[in-house]
């Protein structure tokens, strides 16, 4: 079964860090473009950032409100990514997303999701 | 706000047939594919439409999708109950901001 399941989440003080992580099954990861989205409570979507596979030379790419402050992270042997968030601000609290462009071009398969809450 | 525009809402009764735009520009819309993602509440989105008018296997045929220009439009015809759902837009972005942006989404309600 393809599948894609977050964890991680939870509550941190302003200013603190918190690691996500998506764990993959059901494809072959190495070869996915993996990607992060996140939803703020009654919010829509938005892009925090992507990492390419290593053949496309595993580059990261970040929305301009989280550039500098998180950064994306794999492991293919595991098949994992993670999203490290530092300087958390109130604005990031949303369910973050895992998810991947892997069998069509539009984003075709999702994870759960895991929330963070950002709150002193 | 979201780069990509989309009416906040839109509603119809069942049976009948429904339109949500999505309004962007060169760098995105115009120059890219279109995704539509359909979204219930507390659930992950669900890819509904890719390259601005195909459906993945499993998606019925009552959803379709176009684009023109800096503009995309998802249909959705027969509504019932169940298409009660939140709807984004998606597409790449040349803009230095984001590679990826969304629409605000849109409410359907099928009254």
């Known amino acids: 079964e393809v599948q894609l399941v977050e964890s991680g989440g939870g509550l941190v003080k302003p200013g603190g860090s918190l690691r996500l992580s998506c764990a993959a099954s059901g494809f072959i990861f190495s070869n996915a473009w993996m990607n992060w989205v996140r939803q703020a409570p009654g919010k829509g979507l938005e892009w925090v950032g992507r990492?390419?596979?290593?053949?496309?030379?595993?580059?990261?790419d970040y929305a301009a409100p989280v550039k500098g402050r998180f950064s994306i992270s794999r492991d293919d042997s595991k098949t994992t990514v993670d999203l490290q968030m530092n300087s958390l601000k109130t604005e990031d609290t949303a369910v973050y997303y895992c998810?991947?462009?892997?069998?069509?071009?539009?984003?075709?398969?999702w994870g759960q999701g895991t929330m963070v809450t950002v709150s002193s | 706000q979201s780069v990509l525009t989309q009416p906040p809402s839109v509603s119809a009764a069942p049976g009948q047939k429904v339109t949500i735009s999505c309004s962007g520009s060169?760098?995105?819309?115009?120059?890219?594919?279109v995704s539509w993602y359909q979204q219930f509440p507390g659930t992950a989105p669900k890819l509904l439409i890719y390259?601005?008018?195909k459906r993945p296997s499993g998606i019925p045929d009552r959803f379709s999708g176009s684009k023109s220009g800096t503009s995309a439009t998802l249909g959705i015809t027969g509504l019932q109950t169940g298409d009660e759902a939140d709807y984004y837009c998606?597409?790449?972005?040349?803009?230095?901001?984001?590679?990826?942006?969304f629409g605000g989404g849109t409410k359907l309600t099928v009254l």
């Open positions: 998606g597409t790449r972005d040349s803009s230095l901001s984001a590679d990826v942006v």
């Open positions: 998810t991947t462009n892997y069998y069509l071009s539009g984003f075709d398969i």
């Open positions: 390259e601005n008018n």
């Open positions: 990492i390419k596979t290593k053949s496309d030379d595993g580059t990261t």
């Open positions: 060169s760098s995105n819309i115009g120059n890219n594919y």
